[in-house]
């Protein structure tokens, strides 16, 4: 890394030309170290004309390092495919062709702010949460004390009582409980220790991360790989269900069979025991619109009302969206309304939903083979294939997992599946009395996961969003209010950075926004927008809090702006 302080330059100096010391030099050899302006810059590489020089703007100066295969160069570019830097011979040499390259200075100024991200995870969210764990685990060690000390007090009680005939029956029970108790605190200590070591490493990686925020090493900086996706994988939650002692009356001819009442030690593992209940990093406070506005009013090729009725869109970017209609195409718009790519899909027939995923690939269900497909390099693959199950509608995870709503085939049931590629990893479908969360058989059923984790669901048939947490528990039902019974007939969902919820009600022409726990916030009413009485089908957002909707029959986007501008 080239970042040392050149040697003809002091703090009490300014900066000048090594050649004619005209001060606020321009550019920078970072061969030689020595500061140039404009006008010398052919005289410096004159003089050493044995030297390859390598003059850079003077900004840039301690953010250069030299190739490591090309020794006498300057690594200008970074290719991301391959997590390594590049000159321009390594361009040149055909071995990164077709990757993605980006600058080298936008590569370091992205991995600073993903170091911050990292970091601000690991301090606020990540790291509280395992000290929450290891006072959990502390307080059940501190349980097993006070339980065994009460059992023995109990047990010694009973032997007086029993006298001597049973004293042999007392010490064996002593014995079992104290194998009991070593086993408990067996497990007790050992995820301890876990949890010990766990917020050692993250404490570990923190105290990096630090280090690496402050650091100017573009090669220490760009090769940073995150382990923050180990760490959001929260061990699981260890309830023990602790021995106890019932004492029996005394009868001489079951004094054996009552005696061994002592219950077995047994644990409880719960996979998603501990959650993140919170977003990973809690933006500031945005104030909303008092009137929303129409920022942009995209039309598409599906304007002609009838057959082409555009049905789904999910935010590539700010600046482009991806759409389907009743038809086998899925096409990218930008929002000026141009067709940036299509894509038909695989089977011929028409997809059942779309989301892109954190990496920018398109997914979609093929409603004929129902199959889950991935886009990559406009080549079409396979994800998973449902059997015995109809997929309704999916979306992406922070995690970059997918979620996927179904009914079974003779639609008498509603679950959704959570995968990780193929790998079914978990099943959302009932509450804690075995009822069924969602109504069945019914196209009309959108999906997304919040902020924080929760997973949000539209059900039209029962006229309400359902809300459940990242382990799949109820957490509320919002089924709107209305002075006539009408009940909601609810579309198209989506979140935003504050973990609003917005949802689109057919029967009442509006968008619902409510907060994360399920209280109403306000109406986005679509005719005082547009003055003409649009349905709102389906909904997105991006980045910046815009929202997107697509209505019925009519083939066109508006993004829509509800928050008061950032200053």
Known sequence: MIGAMDANFSLQDIVRCHLCENPDPSLYCSVCLNNICGACKSKHTNLGKSKDHEIVLFRKRRYTYKCPKHSTKICEMFCEDCNVSMCDTCDSSGEHK???QVDILKRFEFKKEDLQTDFQELQKSIYPIYQEIASYVARQ??????????LTTVLNNQGEKWHREIDDLIEKLKSDFE????KHLAVVVKQEKEITTRISEISKCIVELETLIESTDVRLVSSYKSKNAEFRKLPPKLTAYLPSFIPPNINREQLYQQFLSLSKLSFK???????????VLSPPERPMMAKPRIVTDIATHYTDRGYNNLLNVSCLTDEEIWMHSDTNIMTLYDLQGKVVQSIKTKSGHKPRGIAVTKGGHLVYIDSYNRTVYIIFWNMIHEVVKIHEWEPISLCCTSADELLVIMDNEDHTETRIVRYRGEIEKQIIESNDKGRPLYLPWHYRK???????LD??????????????????ILRFRYTGFSTNN???????????SQCRILTADLNKSCIHIIDQDGHFLRYIDMELLVYIVYK????????????????????????????????
């Open 455 to 472: 997973v949000c669901v539209t059900d039209s048939d029962a006229g309400a969003l359902v809300v459940v947490n990242q382990a799949g």
């Open 269 to 279: 593992t719960e996979e998603h025991g501990y959650t993140m209940n919170c977003p």
């Open 98 to 100: 077709k990757h993605k």
């Open 141 to 150: 060690k501190a349980n097993v004390y006070q339980n065994s000390q009460k």
């Open 486 to 496: 009408q009940k909601l007939l609810l579309t198209g969902i989506a979140t935003d």
């Open 446 to 452: 959108f999906l997304c996961e919040n902020g924080n």
């Open 179 to 182: 194998e009991l108790d070593s």
């Open 536 to 567: 709102p089908w389906s909904l997105c957002t991006d980045s910046k809090d815009n929202l997107y909707v697509t209505y019925t029959d009519t083939g066109r986007v508006r993004k829509i702006q509800y928050y008061m501008p950032k200053d």
